[in-house]
């Protein structure tokens, strides 16, 4: 079944703003990743985090990982219009594979 | 080819037909998966494949059976397709299962 569910389901901001979408999970973790998803395109890796991490950077991406609540977060600092899309976070559970969330679709508003 | 190619890029198929989703990846990953993606329902995985010689079921494996005869192909046959199969198909390969995958640019399979 599926382990991640993100929040919000959308979110809608002005360019510049910053942006920030959560990931719960169930079960432990040895890492969680962050993907994203252009429209009627493949999915894209942009992150990943080991469960012995509690942040990590890349670019203008944060992600948080607090595995006592089970929980992850993907910030994207000053939005710009080119990253409208869809945000999943995907778990690997100690099976050698990925459990993805439903996502979050986020629109940026020039 | 660079990266990960799917074959075809859509079709429309009668119900009862028997059809095969191509996947190669040309990156030498050990690992690779096929997933479908529903609206509302994210990612789901169907098969995968830690390594050439094995395959494994994930979360939807009926309806669908894969095969892996080699490193580069990773292909997904519906025996008898149903309307319910109508969705975007996704494969997916990694170096090692758990690590960061690579994705194709999806087939996207309508059902009669």
């Known amino acids: 079944s599926q382990q991640g569910e993100e929040d919000p389901q959308a979110l809608s901001i002005q360019e510049g703003e910053n942006a920030t979408m959560n990931c719960s999970y169930k079960?432990?973790?040895?890492?969680l990743q962050w993907y994203r998803q252009n429209s009627g395109r493949g999915l894209v890796h942009l992150i990943l985090i080991r469960s012995n991490e509690r942040e990590k950077h890349s670019g203008r991406l944060r992600v948080t990982l607090d595995t006592s609540k089970k929980s992850s977060s993907l910030l994207i600092t000053a939005s710009r219009a080119a990253d409208t899309a869809s945000y999943f976070c995907?778990?690997?559970?100690?099976?050698?594979?990925?459990?993805f969330g439903a996502g979050t679709t986020v629109t940026v508003r020039a | 080819i660079a990266g990960i190619t799917q074959a075809p890029t859509s079709q429309i198929l009668a119900a009862g037909r028997r059809m095969t989703l191509r996947c190669t990846q040309d990156?030498?990953?050990?690992?690779m998966y096929w997933y479908r993606q529903d609206l509302g329902l994210g990612l789901r995985l169907i098969h995968y494949?830690?390594?050439?010689?094995?395959?494994g079921k994930g979360e939807v494996p009926d309806g669908y059976s894969v095969s892996r005869a080699n490193t580069d192909d990773f292909p997904l046959t519906l025996a008898s397709a149903v309307p319910s199969q109508t969705s975007v198909y996704f494969c997916?390969?990694?170096?090692?299962?758990?690590?960061?995958?690579?994705f194709g640019p999806g087939t996207r399979l309508t059902v009669l």
């Open positions: 997916a390969s990694s170096p090692v299962g758990g690590d960061e995958q690579f």
């Open positions: 079960t432990s973790i040895n890492n």
């Open positions: 494949s830690n390594t050439a010689g094995t395959t």
């Open positions: 990156m030498r990953h050990n690992a």
């Open positions: 995907a778990t690997d559970h100690n099976d050698y594979k990925l459990s």
